[in-house]
């Protein structure tokens, strides 16, 4: 066999189960002489090599090429993602077609409206020394049935970071009080990612993040995922405004100069030396994203609402509570309060900081160590279950497509099956479980190469 298939040996424990699906993967136009292709480099450059570098060559030619490396569902996906651009360039118009999904995808994950609901973006500098720098973060929302209101929390250094990254979880919890059934939405997965990143930094608020668990962020980029095809180069948010007539208040050229100034400020430890000139286009750029974000959410509402019009009724998802019991907060709590305890007898400055003092904030970060990093085990695991068949083919801890090859030995209720899959990056090794994506542990890993071809 070709080199891109990958042998695996998964020992069944409960039954014989692949999770499967097709890929989705977006065709866009490249502003050149000719209009390229681009999907990933990878894929890109296979189709090339069979000699289809246009758009519309690729739209109309049937895929009689031997599929050397990949998934004749990822090729088939791309055509008709690049048929619908095709058609919608010929037409001058913007288009959108529905896809097949599940109850618990797509529009169906929408929760219904509420008066408290947040919509959230946020600016970062993701290459600073230290592992980046979240120094805006914004959020729009209802202060009545009619206006929608944006508020920033700036933060140009670390201090700032996470007092306002503290700020900002304790405004939303007061929100939660008052709503309940309120939820934030966002566009794709940075802002959750990005959260929790800053809970495990400055080990804070960690109680109040675990109670954004319960479905209550939206990603909205899955949303749209999911549920549509649609007419555009690709599914950014920029790019999607075409459909539900955004207008920014801010140029992007005009933002992207002053986005990168204030990165450079932040790079050379002088975030508190920027102008107001510099951080007022950022701001604005920030609050058109939440906007934006707000004005998405309303057009897939009225979508959905065409969904059920063509197709019947689509249940709501329902809010899940946190599962943490009494026993595990209360820990929680006490851990915290020790950490923040510590951290006030630090001067702060730290550039008066003794020996002493060092060995203080250590032991600062040390408390509640291990759960966090357990946390962010298991909140990467039920990340991964939520995803969509097709996605998981990005990730590093996921297998997709297997395909079944043969039973090579185990015993009769304890099997040794292998499998094959397209080649990517692994981070999967020998003794690994296997879960499916309804969380039943279906074998583990009996071994793996990433050397030999079958």
Request: some cysteine.
């Amino acid at each position: 066999m070709s080199s891109w298939i990958i042998p695996i040996l998964i020992r069944l424990i409960i039954a014989h189960n692949v999770v499967g699906g097709s890929i989705a993967i977006n065709v866009v136009e490249l502003t050149t002489t000719l209009p390229l292709l681009r999907a990933s480099i990878k894929v890109t450059f296979r189709i090339r090599k069979n000699g289809i570098n246009q758009l519309e060559k690729y739209a109309t030619k049937a895929i009689d090429w031997k599929i050397k490396r990949g998934n004749l569902n990822t090729y088939l996906n791309l055509q008709e993602q690049a048929q619908l651009q095709l058609k919608g360039r010929k037409a001058a118009k913007s288009l959108h077609e529905f896809l097949s999904f599940k109850p618990d995808q797509g529009l169906g994950i929408l929760p219904a409206p509420s008066p408290g609901d947040v919509f959230f973006d946020i600016e970062s500098d993701r290459f600073l020394e230290g592992g980046g720098l979240e120094y805006l973060f914004g959020v729009c929302y209802n202060e009545d049935d009619t206006t929608l209101q944006y508020q920033p929390f700036w933060a140009l250094n670390r201090k700032d970071e996470k007092g306002q990254y503290e700020a900002l979880m304790d405004w939303i919890m007061q929100r939660m009080e008052q709503w309940p059934d309120m939820h934030i939405y966002h566009f794709h997965h940075y802002e959750k990612t990005a959260l929790k990143r800053l809970m495990g930094r400055y080990d804070s608020r960690a109680v109040e993040l675990d109670l954004l668990r319960g479905e209550v962020m939206v990603d909205l980029h899955k949303v749209v995922k999911e549920s549509l095809r649609a007419s555009v180069e690709s599914y950014s948010l920029k790019d999607l405004e075409v459909f539900y007539d955004f207008e920014r208040a801010i140029p992007l050229p005009e933002a992207g100069w002053a986005l990168r100034a204030v990165q450079k400020y932040i790079e050379f430890g002088d975030g508190d030396a920027i102008e107001a000139r510099i951080k007022e286009p950022v701001q604005k750029y920030n609050e058109d994203d939440c906007r934006s974000t707000f004005a998405l959410r309303n057009w897939l509402e009225k979508l959905r609402n065409d969904w059920i019009e063509m197709h019947g009724d689509l249940s709501r998802p329902t809010l899940k509570e946190p599962e943490a019991n009494d026993k595990t907060k209360a820990r929680d709590v006490t851990v915290e309060r020790l950490a923040t305890a510590l951290r006030a007898m630090l001067p702060e400055n730290e550039m008066e900081w003794t020996e002493q003092h060092q060995a203080l904030q250590l032991m600062s970060d040390l408390v509640g160590y291990h759960r966090r990093e357990e946390k962010s085990k298991w909140w990467e695991y039920y990340r991964l279950i939520k995803l969509a068949p097709e996605d998981l083919l990005e990730e590093r801890n996921a297998l997709a497509h297997l395909q079944f090859m043969a039973e090579v030995g185990g015993t009769d209720k304890k099997p040794i099956h292998r499998y094959t899959f397209p080649f990517r990056e692994l981070g999967l090794k020998k003794g690994d479980k296997v879960n499916n994506l309804q969380e039943v542990t279906i074998g583990q890993i009996e071994d793996i190469s990433y050397r030999k071809n079958m």
